[in-house]
């Protein structure tokens, strides 16, 4: 993890061009971010799926989606 990142979970809104997806954070603090998936294997993610997004503190309106949520 970098340094600065935040982990949080989320759930996805919607997916949109070139891999990136709109996700609403969980708790509830900033909102929707934008975020791109991290590694291949999270490329199969759907709308209302959970996930973890690691926020970057210097931009918290972008983050990436590291894992699934069960």
């Not at 991290?38 to 983050?63: F, H, K, N």
Request: a neutral charge; hydrophobic letters at 45%.
């Amino acid at each position: 993890m970098p340094e600065g990142a935040i982990v949080v979970n989320a759930r996805v809104l919607e997916g949109l061009p070139h891999a990136l997806y709109r996700v609403e954070l969980e708790d509830g603090s900033r909102g929707q971010v934008t975020a791109h998936a991290a590694a291949p294997e999270l490329l199969r993610i759907l709308p209302g799926d959970g996930v973890v997004v690691e926020l970057m503190s210097r931009d918290a309106t972008r983050g990436r989606i590291v894992g699934k949520r069960s």
